[in-house]
């Protein structure tokens, strides 16, 4: 019997939640078969990093990679779920108790995947602490995850620094309400976009 896949990405629509400043995704009606239009056909417009999305080196280094020259094999095999207890950050102290490994795939599970859309762009969601991305990228993980819409704090760029230095995919908007912590099947594919970023569709299968 094959194994359930669970999708853990944001399903993309007009009018979505979005990171303050980026443009507000549209969805225009084009073509529609209710009208008596040959076909139905949408036009889309956002940017790269709506909804659950992938970033790049490029998206904060300069002379960075872009999405479709990175290599996918961080974003496809066996990943852990790991549950954040705590309430402000994504700290060392708790990162150190899940025995983290050379190119481990993780999936950080905050109280984000508690609080409604509107919520999620507020001040109040957990990121990764600036210290806590550097010792994952000196440990050589291979991909990083959050179930916020960005993985640093408001203004702040840190973490996206340390990861995207050192070469680690960095997943945002994941959707893990409802994802026990475990081991998993992880496959992430990004749009083969020639940018900073990418929206993705992500799925884990139980091991």
């Given at each position: 019997?094959?194994?359930?896949?669970?999708?853990?990405?944001?399903?993309?629509?007009?009018?979505?939640?979005?990171?303050?400043?980026?443009?507000?995704?549209?969805?225009?009606?084009?073509?529609?078969?209710?009208?008596?239009?040959?076909?139905?056909?949408?036009?889309?417009?956002?940017?790269?990093?709506?909804?659950?999305?992938?970033?790049?080196?490029?998206?904060?280094?300069?002379?960075?990679?872009?999405?479709?020259?990175?290599?996918?094999?961080?974003?496809?095999?066996?990943?852990?779920?790991?549950?954040?207890?705590?309430?402000?950050?994504?700290?060392?102290?708790?990162?150190?108790?899940?025995?983290?490994?050379?190119?481990?795939?993780?999936?950080?599970?905050?109280?984000?995947?508690?609080?409604?859309?509107?919520?999620?762009?507020?001040?109040?969601?957990?990121?990764?602490?600036?210290?806590?991305?550097?010792?994952?990228?000196?440990?050589?993980v291979r991909a990083?995850?959050?179930?916020?819409?960005?993985?640093?704090?408001?203004?702040?760029?840190?973490?996206?620094?340390?990861?995207?230095?050192?070469?680690?995919?960095?997943?945002?908007?994941?959707?893990?309400?409802?994802?026990?912590?475990?081991?998993?099947?992880?496959?992430?594919?990004?749009?083969?976009?020639?940018?900073?970023?990418?929206?993705?569709?992500?799925?884990?299968?139980a091991r």
């Open positions: 019997m094959a194994r359930r896949l669970i999708d853990i990405s944001m399903p993309l629509r007009g009018g979505m939640p979005h990171w303050p400043g980026d443009p507000a995704p549209r969805f225009e009606r084009l073509l529609d078969r209710r009208r008596g239009d040959a076909c139905t056909l949408t036009a889309l417009s956002m940017s790269a990093h709506t909804g659950t999305h992938v970033d790049a080196p490029l998206h904060y280094l300069r002379g960075g990679r872009s999405v479709e020259a990175m290599d996918l094999d961080g974003l496809i095999g066996p990943a852990r779920v790991l549950e954040i207890a705590d309430a402000a950050a994504v700290t060392v102290a708790e990162l150190g108790r899940h025995r983290v490994r050379r190119g481990d795939r993780l999936l950080l599970k905050t109280r984000n995947s508690l609080l409604d859309s509107a919520r999620r762009l507020a001040n109040d969601y957990v990121a990764l602490a600036a210290d806590a991305a550097a010792w994952l990228a000196g440990r050589g990083v995850g959050i179930d916020g819409l960005s993985i640093d704090r408001p203004g702040d760029d840190a973490a996206h620094l340390a990861l995207l230095a050192a070469g680690v995919w960095i997943v945002e908007g994941l959707r893990l309400a409802g994802v026990p912590a475990g081991r998993y099947e992880l496959l992430c594919l990004p749009l083969r976009l020639a940018a900073d970023g990418a929206p993705a569709r992500a799925l884990l299968r």
